[in-house]
C-alpha cells in the first residue's frame, strides 16, 4: 500500500512539474513575443507622425492629412498652436474608443480628452506615455510656465521621444535609453539644425528623424534635414512625407 501511495505521489509531482514548466514556457514565449513585435513609424509631414504595433495606432499632432482612417487608439497633441493642435484632422484618425492626451489648454479648447503636464505618466493599455518639458529657453514663442509637452512613448520594449517645439533644455540632456528621437530643425521657433545635432551628443539616442521642416506655412527646410543628417551624433533618417521606418 505504501508503495502504490508513493507511486501515485511521484506521478503527481511529475505531471505538476512538468505542467509548471510548460506554463512557464509558454509565458516566456509570449514575452518574448511582446518583445520583437515591430514598431512602424509613418511621417506626414512637418511635424505630424503616426506610431503603431499590432493593434495600438498613436498619432502625434496630426495636421494637414489626406485620409481619414479613423483607426487611432491613442491622439497625443503636444501644443495649442495651428501647426500641432488642429481640431479638423484629429476626428480624421479618431473613432469611439480613441484616448486623447495633451496639454491642458488644448484639452481645455478641444473639449474632451486627459491633460498631461509634464513629468507625468499615463499608462494607456500598457503604453506608457510621459510628459516631457518643450519650451524656449531665450525665445518667446513657446513659454515653460505654459506646460507645453514632448512625450516618451513606450511602445512594445521601444521608447520613442517626441520633443514637441522646443530648445535642447535641461530635460531633454537627461533622457536615457531612447531608441528614436524625432526632433525639430526647422529654428526660429524651435532648435536648429545644429542645435538639434548637439542634442544627439547629448542624450545619444539610437537614431533620429527630423521634423519641423518642409511645410511651405512654417519655417523649416531639406536643407536643415539634411545639415542635421550631416552633424548628428547617431544614425539619422530623412523622411519624405509619407514614408516610414521601422524602429530598430
Avoid at 506554463?23 to 511582446?34: D, N
Avoid at 488642429?86 to 480624421?92: L, N, Q, R, T, Y
Avoid at 539610437?206 to 543628417?229: E, L, M, T, Y
Wanted: hydrophobic fraction near 40%.
Amino acid at each position: 500500500m505504501r508503495k502504490r501511495i508513493l507511486s501515485v505521489t511521484v506521478i503527481l509531482l511529475v505531471v505538476n512539474f512538468c505542467a509548471n514548466k510548460g506554463f512557464a514556457e509558454e509565458r516566456t514565449v509570449q514575452k518574448g513575443k511582446e518583445k520583437t513585435m515591430s514598431v512602424k513609424l509613418q511621417w506626414f509631414g512637418h511635424a505630424s507622425f503616426k506610431i503603431s504595433s499590432g493593434s495600438d495606432i498613436i498619432y502625434i499632432d496630426p495636421w494637414k492629412l489626406k485620409d481619414a482612417p479613423h483607426d487611432a487608439t491613442i491622439v497625443l497633441v503636444s501644443h495649442i498652436h495651428g501647426d500641432h493642435y488642429s481640431a479638423g484632422d484629429i476626428p480624421k484618425v479618431s473613432g469611439m474608443a480613441t484616448k486623447f492626451i495633451s496639454a491642458e489648454d488644448v484639452i481645455q479648447k478641444h473639449g474632451k480628452g486627459q491633460a498631461l503636464k509634464p513629468g507625468q505618466s499615463i499608462d494607456v493599455n500598457g503604453i506608457k506615455i510621459t510628459g516631457i518639458p518643450a519650451y524656449n529657453l531665450t525665445k518667446q514663442y513657446h513659454q515653460r510656465s505654459s506646460n507645453w509637452l514632448g512625450f516618451v512613448i513606450e511602445i512594445a520594449g521601444k521608447r520613442i521621444y517626441y520633443a514637441g517645439d522646443t530648445d535642447l533644455t535641461d530635460e531633454m540632456k537627461a533622457l536615457k535609453n531612447i531608441d528614436l528621437a524625432l526632433l525639430p530643425v526647422g529654428g526660429k521657433f524651435t532648435m536648429n539644425a545644429a542645435e538639434a545635432a548637439d542634442a544627439t551628443k547629448q542624450f545619444k539616442p539610437r537614431q533620429a528623424i527630423p521634423c519641423h521642416w518642409g511645410d511651405a506655412d512654417v519655417v523649416g527646410s531639406q536643407a536643415d534635414a539634411d545639415n542635421f543628417k550631416k552633424l548628428a551624433g547617431c544614425k539619422v533618417t530623412v523622411l519624405k512625407p509619407g514614408e516610414s521606418v521601422t524602429v530598430d
